[in-house]
């Protein structure tokens, strides 16, 4: 079974604060994500990198960035956490089988609370 | 701007009953779609999966796909109390890894 981990499932912070939200999977997938999911309005991406080294920003890319050192691991980093950015942070990973992209498995999700 | 939408809800429904759920796209090139079901508190995860036209069935849970009006819908037959949770409409990009999702309905299956 493929396994999404993230590091935390709940963070509180204060604004202003250099917040590290880390993603591993087990199961050596290209593409990996993160988004955001608040009430009202679904999930949102925020970047997502499809090679190790190589990163693409998603819809919601502006207070964010990325890192992806390893092909296991992708990082999601906020340069300085403001109160907007409180919300459910989830990290997919995904492969292509048979020529079509296939299904995203999510990690357990992580809450942050920025105060 | 590629969208998916859905009607956010919430849907109620008696156990036992079939539960509808719909979802449009706006890409006319896009080639497959997903289904996820988000339990409150939850991560998605993949419940149904169609790339052609007509029904998909598994168990309970039949997935129709109609290109040439860019909808698909999710039924559930015989409604569980269990099945209540958001269902989340997913439709890649034509040619890339990315995947738009819907906003997800919500549906509540009363007992």
């Known amino acids: 079974d493929v396994k999404v981990t993230q590091s935390s499932r709940y963070l509180v912070k204060r604004t202003g604060e250099k917040v590290f939200l880390e993603c591993v999977q087990d199961m050596d997938h290209e593409n990996m994500f993160w988004y955001r999911q608040d009430p009202g309005l679904g999930l949102r991406l925020i970047y997502f990198?499809?090679?190790?080294?190589?990163?693409e920003k998603g819809d919601i890319p502006e207070g964010y960035s990325v890192s992806r050192e390893k092909k296991e691991r992708f990082s999601l980093i906020l340069e300085s956490a403001s109160t907007n950015q409180t919300s459910m942070y989830l990290c997919?990973?995904?492969?292509?089988?048979?020529?079509?992209?296939?299904?995203?498995?999510f990690g357990p999700g992580t809450r942050l609370t920025v105060t | 701007q590629k969208e998916v939408e859905q009607n956010s809800g919430p849907l109620s429904v008696p156990e036992g009953a079939i539960a509808s759920l719909n979802c449009t796209y706006s890409d006319r090139g896009s080639q497959s779609f997903f289904w996820y079901r988000q339990y409150s508190g939850k991560s998605p995860e993949l419940i149904m999966f169609i790339y052609s036209n007509g029904d998909k069935e598994d168990g309970r849970f039949t997935a129709q796909l109609n290109k040439a009006s860019q909808y698909v819908s999710l039924l559930i037959r015989d409604s569980q109390p269990s099945d209540s949770a958001t269902y989340l409409c997913a439709v890649p990009f034509r040619g890339y890894q990315k995947v738009t999702f819907g906003i997800g309905t919500k549906l509540q299956v009363i007992p």
């Open positions: 990198s499809y090679d190790v080294k190589m990163k």
């Open positions: 997919a990973s995904s492969d292509k089988r048979g020529g079509q992209w296939y299904e995203q498995y």
